[in-house]
């Protein structure tokens, strides 16, 4: 190698740097002409260019452009099928454009490819209530619970489930133990929603009466 190829296989090296991370991370800026832009002009192709289409699928989503957002994950998980992230981030945009069974369908792949994560058992839990299938949405949820026991929001869930189908014990359980875990400013409002859970079940209670004396 001669000398004078040194300094341009360092700039070479450099450009490849700054094109890599232009790709992965194009949609962390508010501006999916950068991601439209390393679609249509990147050399990068393969599963690389997948990033960019995920870039510009979480600006839809973020701008509640699901349709959009759908089409590029489309996209990617073409390009790229084995990331979970993917089936995530399309489920939720499924799942906001009314497409429950869909969701859950990307939800159940998500989970296949790596079952380790809490919120994609609690996510599918959610699209399974919005179709009426409160039993399984429960196990959904348990799965997310068991994994993730600082989660109120699944606890808070699976309450609400567990009231929908008539069980208010394991309902009250899960809207107490919403309220026993730390109190964070990111929880308030799922802590809100338990307390009030807990005060409706209360006033539900039969008053007992006492037996008048003879």
């Not at 600006?59 to 084995?82: C, S, T, V, Y």
């Amino acid at each position: 190698m001669t000398k004078a190829a040194v300094p341009l296989l360092i700039v070479l090296g450099v450009l490849i740097g700054l094109s890599t991370h232009t790709v992965v991370n194009c949609g962390d800026e508010d501006d999916p002409d950068i991601c439209s832009a390393v679609i249509g002009f990147s050399p990068l192709r393969g599963s690389l260019i997948a990033f960019a289409y995920e870039g510009r699928g979480r600006i839809a989503l973020r701008h509640g452009d699901w349709r959009r957002a759908i089409a590029d994950f489309d996209e990617a998980i073409h390009l790229n099928p084995n990331r979970a992230s993917l089936y995530r981030d399309r489920a939720l945009a499924r799942r906001q454009n009314g497409d429950f069974e869909l969701a859950i369908e990307d939800y159940d792949e998500a989970i296949a490819h790596d079952p380790r994560l809490a919120a994609p058992y609690h996510q599918r839990g959610l699209a399974l209530a919005a179709t009426g299938d409160l039993d399984r949405a429960i196990l959904s949820y348990s799965t997310a619970v068991r994994l993730d026991p600082s989660d109120a929001q699944a606890r808070l869930a699976r309450g609400l489930a567990f009231l929908a189908r008539g069980r208010a014990d394991e309902a009250r359980a899960d809207f107490e133990a919403t309220l026993a875990l730390p109190a964070g400013k990111d929880n308030a409002h799922t802590r809100d929603a338990a307390r009030a859970k807990l005060a409706e079940l209360a006033s539900a209670e039969p008053t007992e009466v006492a037996a008048p004396r003879r």
